[in-house]
């Protein structure tokens, strides 16, 4: 699984956004249906990456489909698709990181997601695919380190998910060395920890959500 460094036009970037936020959202069937549609006009070789992930997942029943996605992302926090884990932690700097998503939101003219955290990888690329493509992509390449650190586990974890967390990666900048560090810091140790003697913020991640998404 390559990552691509290939400069897509605007039209396929947010194409690839939509259908990746399908795809690592709960794997309804109708969501996998629109995720399909949404592939006969996404160009390679995001396409292979994107209809590996769908390929995967269709080959599972609903249920083993669904007790996969809670297993790979609530159950692993290495796997948690909750941006500000990786760059906040537990503390109270989080709180502040979210609503930095919040302000993006009402800023473009939309609501927040009102059933699911604002910095969640799928809400944040359905923002990017269908609302304002300028500022979510600037949130996405703010946010490249965590959603690297989320592809890296989830390829050593040989999760099909992984190619479609590669699709996105291909359509920001190429990481820089910096990047790179803070990635394997961050694989290695975790997000930050609450300074000592002050109370964590509250939100832990990644949260219990029912099965039924």
């Not at 039209?11 to 936020?21: F, H, I, K, M, T």
């Not at 809670?70 to 909750?82: E, G, I, L, N, S």
Request: glycine share 4%.
């Amino acid at each position: 699984m390559r990552l691509r460094s290939r400069t897509r036009p605007d039209l396929q970037d947010r194409l690839v956004w939509q259908c990746a936020s399908l795809l690592l959202s709960y794997p309804h069937a109708d969501r996998l249906d629109t995720a399909a549609e949404l592939l006969s006009h996404v160009k390679a070789p995001a396409a292979e990456d994107l209809s590996a992930t769908l390929a995967a997942v269709r080959r599972l029943d609903p249920l083993r489909a669904t007790q996969n996605y809670v297993d790979t992302f609530d159950m692993r926090r290495a796997t948690t698709m909750y941006l500000t884990y990786w760059t906040a932690g537990d503390t109270r700097n989080r709180g502040a990181a979210m609503l930095a998503f919040v302000r993006a939101y009402r800023a473009a003219g939309t609501a927040p997601p009102a059933g699911e955290a604002p910095d969640h990888l799928p809400v944040v690329l359905e923002f990017a695919a269908t609302v304002d493509p300028a500022l979510g992509r600037r949130l996405l390449v703010e946010h490249r380190v965590p959603i690297d650190v989320l592809h890296k586990a989830l390829a050593d974890a040989d999760s099909p998910y992984a190619h479609a967390v590669a699709a996105v990666l291909a359509t920001l900048p190429a990481g820089t060395d910096t990047d790179a560090s803070r990635v394997r810091r961050l694989l290695a140790s975790g997000p930050p920890a609450e300074a000592v003697g002050l109370q964590p913020f509250t939100l832990t991640v990644p949260p219990r959500r029912a099965h039924g998404g």
